[in-house]
């Protein structure tokens, strides 16, 4: 692989004997990770489930290394939004942030939905996350992603950094940076990156992610805690970025991030500047972490985890202001209606019908009409369309589900060819299978988790699968 050579000059200096180690994981294969979506699955159920050759990754509890030839792209598994394919370092920063059930949680830089599907899966469902994502058309992946984990509790949005701080000042109990940057840790994953890899590139990207990140600290609730994170080594981008905020928002501190074997401290020395010589900076820049490849299974990134000081508490619950009261409409009932085979546990506040279309939002995402004027994708999960006097399910709402919370189910077994032809679009024949109802809407499942919906006619299987998601022969 010809890698920059101004690259390659800094890498050396930086890392002195461990260069030559570094160096040769270039000439190795790349890792391949998937971590499991504890929304849907719980990690000891998946592993008994899972066709695949999985070796646990070290800083993640739910991480797992696989085969190239396993292609958990193509298994039913993957569309039943049992997994999220994701370098394994990556997975590292979602691990970090402590989130808890019931958190208000910001992933700033969001697109594809790595770290928000990961940061979702904590939320259990309670909560908010508002996942942002500033490109239009990654916008819409992200979406597509957080919908077939089955998120609900989610408010996509599709605007810039300081527009969302205007709206949300002080806001957030936990924050997520993972900023733009050169890149440089991905290098061996995708050579289009040192292609397009330079000095000036490095030097962009620091200051983009200056900006992004003061105004991701203005958004932290006091005592919040803010994680960011790059795929680069450069120290500009990296303990630059870092020194930088502390600088500009003296009321964060890092916190120490728990340690494994494969991870490398910050070093403020490789900033060459006069404040590196500073012994205070050197300490607090050592509480970042860094993964170097030849450290790890994995490709490069780096870490940092702040706290908003003066965690005064608020004059009210945090967790508790505002609600959700929809407002009804002659189109509930038929909403409702559909809702009698659905035994989820789902607040009914949060149903709202708007235009025909039907929506559970966050119960926080419309308290006080929060994020009005947002350019934004989705709030909440779509439920469907009411047409003609019916309710018509979408995607989204059977990804949202489990298999038990509706009355009539078609389970294929992982191995039944049926499963792919139903995710390739076709008409299935089922007639060899009892179900608890003759016709109608039924959820399609494989080994008991939903794929999508279909509508029983005469022993055959409608096809009800979105078909922009369609399994590709």
Known sequence: MELPQEFLARMKSMLGG???????TYEEPRRFGLRVNTLKISVEEFVKLAPFHLRRIPWTDNGFYYEKEDDPAR????YAGLYYLQEPSAMLPAQVLPVLPGERVLDLCAAPGGKATALAAKLQGKGLLVANEISASRAKALLKNL???GVTNSFVTNTTANRLAEQFPDFFDKVLVDA???????????IANARAWSPDKVQSCAKIQREITRYAADMLRPGGLLLYSTCTFAPEEDEGTVAYLLNQRPELELMEIPGCEAFSKGNAGYLNDKAADEAALQEELSKCVRLFPHCCDGEGHFLALFRKKDAREDSEDIHKRGGVVCERCEDAAVLQEFLKDVSAEWDPRRFEVRSGQAYYVPGTAAAGGLGAGLPFLRNGLYLGE???GRFEPSQSFAMALKAEEYASVVNFTQDDPRARRYLSGETVQIDDMALKRPAGWQLVCVSGYPLGWGKLVNGMLKNKYHPGWRMQN
């Open 386 to 388: 009411i047409r003609r």
């Open 18 to 24: 461990e260069y030559e180690d570094f160096l040769r």
């Open 75 to 78: 298994h039913p598994f993957y």
């Open 147 to 149: 919908e077939v984990s």
């Open 180 to 190: 733009p940057c050169s890149g440089e840790g991905m290098f061996r994953k995708d």
